[in-house]
């Protein structure tokens, strides 16, 4: 191993502990972490490869879906494989470098999903409150655009903090209990001042994802307005069902993300095991639910899935008789 004394850039090696104080679990708390990642990746993949594949399907909030699935297999590919390593082989070193590239792409994933999750509730916003200027509005151009900005806005806010992380000496301090790399957690390794980076995360938390937050929560809030005033019941409760399980997956999103981001700067009293376990499921569950939330329940998605599973029109599916 190395150590970082006199040059902040000089390599050294941390180690993931995993889940403190449930480190002889580790075994079967990775089997239902297993089977969520495995779900994640087929939901995501099969929800992608339909899109994609389905011209009649290229429409703004398909094209939106397929965004959230890239973020979503970028967002757990990134963290899981890694976890899971730790939990089954105690594969717990990983570089410096190797460590700051995980951190990136974690957060970067999780601010392109914050953005199209946000791009998502404009896209309801209209097609509800303003369905005539619908198709004039959620242009391809616009699409284009919506997508270009998600990503150049993950990697303007995140591109800092690789700097600010390799400037700190770390002065041989390189156990983090944890499953994978954050930035605070980095940082709190190091042997200097770390206000910088401290002050640079609640910045851009606030500024991005807590604005992402405000901004879907208004978007909804007008959505429910306009439906409270439809005149059909059953109007009324088919749009109440989707925008309730859109945001059920959209507080399963962001409550644990902002829990964990909280207890790094203000919740010492929490146990860390708490604070790990709610990490690590931010990065899985949604990336799971998230194809059977905006995809199985959309009519359309769902016929392509089973036409690509059952090409013959003939699966047994109890729920909608014998044909699919």
Same mark, same amino acid.
């Given at each position: 191993?190395?150590? @970082?004394?006199?040059?902040?850039?000089?390599?050294?090696?941390?180690?993931?502990?995993?889940?403190?104080?449930?480190?002889?679990?580790?075994?079967?708390?990775?089997?239902?972490?297993?089977? *969520?990642?495995?779900?994640?990746?087929?939901?995501?993949?099969? $929800? @992608?490869?339909?899109?994609?594949?389905?011209?009649? $399907?290229?429409?703004? %909030?398909?094209?939106? $879906?397929? %965004?959230?699935?890239?973020?979503?297999? %970028?967002?757990?590919?990134?963290?899981?494989?890694?976890?899971?390593?730790?939990?089954?082989?105690?594969?717990?070193?990983?570089?410096?470098?190797?460590?700051?590239?995980? *951190?990136? &792409?974690?957060?970067?994933?999780?601010?392109?999903?914050?953005?199209?999750?946000?791009? %998502? !509730?404009?896209?309801? +916003?209209?097609?509800?409150?303003?369905?005539?200027?619908?198709?004039?509005? $959620?242009?391809?151009?616009?699409?284009?655009?919506?997508?270009?900005?998600?990503?150049?806005?993950?990697?303007?806010?995140?591109?800092?903090?690789?700097?600010?992380?390799?400037?700190?000496?770390?002065?041989?301090?390189?156990? *983090?209990?944890?499953? +994978?790399?954050?930035?605070?957690?980095?940082?709190? @390794?190091?042997? !200097?001042?770390?206000?910088?980076?401290?002050? +640079?995360?609640?910045?851009?938390?606030?500024?991005?994802?807590?604005?992402?937050?405000?901004?879907?929560?208004?978007?909804?809030? /007008?959505?429910?307005?306009?439906?409270?005033?439809?005149?059909?019941?059953?109007?009324?409760?088919?749009?109440?069902?989707?925008?309730?399980?859109?945001?059920?997956?959209?507080?399963?999103? +962001?409550?644990?993300? &902002?829990?964990?981001?909280?207890?790094?700067?203000?919740?010492?009293?929490?146990?860390?095991?708490?604070?790990?376990?709610?990490?690590? @499921?931010?990065?899985?569950?949604?990336?799971? /639910?998230?194809?059977?939330?905006?995809?199985?329940?959309?009519?359309?998605?769902?016929?392509?899935?089973?036409?690509?599973?059952?090409?013959?029109?003939?699966?047994?599916?109890?729920?909608?008789?014998?044909?699919?």
């Amino acid at each position: 191993m190395f150590e @970082l004394n006199e040059s902040s850039f000089d390599p050294i090696t941390f180690v993931l502990t995993g889940i403190p104080g449930m480190e002889e679990s580790h075994i079967w708390i990775s089997v239902p972490f297993c089977l *969520m990642y495995i779900t994640a990746v087929f939901g995501n993949s099969v $929800l @992608l490869f339909v899109i994609i594949t389905d011209r009649s $399907l290229h429409e703004p %909030m398909y094209l939106f $879906l397929a %965004m959230l699935a890239v973020a979503d297999l %970028m967002l757990s590919t990134t963290t899981v494989p890694k976890m899971l390593a730790i939990f089954w082989f105690s594969a717990r070193e990983i570089s410096f470098d190797a460590c700051i590239t995980q *951190m990136f &792409f974690t957060h970067f994933s999780f601010i392109v999903e914050s953005s199209v999750l946000l791009a %998502m !509730a404009f896209d309801r +916003y209209v097609a509800v409150c303003d369905p005539l200027r619908y198709s004039s509005t $959620l242009t391809p151009s616009v699409i284009g655009k919506i997508a270009v900005t998600a990503v150049v806005r993950g990697f303007c806010i995140m591109f800092p903090p690789i700097f600010l992380l390799k400037r700190l000496p770390y002065c041989g301090h390189n156990v *983090m209990p944890h499953t +994978y790399c954050e930035h605070m957690g980095i940082a709190r @390794l190091a042997c !200097a001042d770390i206000k910088a980076n401290v002050w +640079y995360g609640l910045t851009t938390a606030l500024l991005s994802s807590g604005l992402d937050v405000v901004l879907i929560t208004v978007s909804y809030a /007008l959505i429910l307005r306009t439906v409270f005033r439809l005149p059909s019941p059953e109007a009324r409760l088919k749009t109440l069902s989707t925008c309730g399980s859109h945001l059920c997956v959209i507080l399963m999103f +962001y409550m644990p993300a &902002f829990f964990s981001f909280l207890t790094h700067r203000f919740g010492h009293q929490i146990p860390s095991h708490v604070h790990i376990l709610l990490a690590n @499921l931010y990065v899985v569950v949604p990336p799971m /639910l998230n194809p059977i939330v905006y995809g199985v329940r959309t009519r359309q998605i769902r016929d392509r899935v089973v036409r690509l599973f059952c090409p013959t029109g003939e699966c047994p599916c109890p729920s909608w008789g014998s044909r699919c």
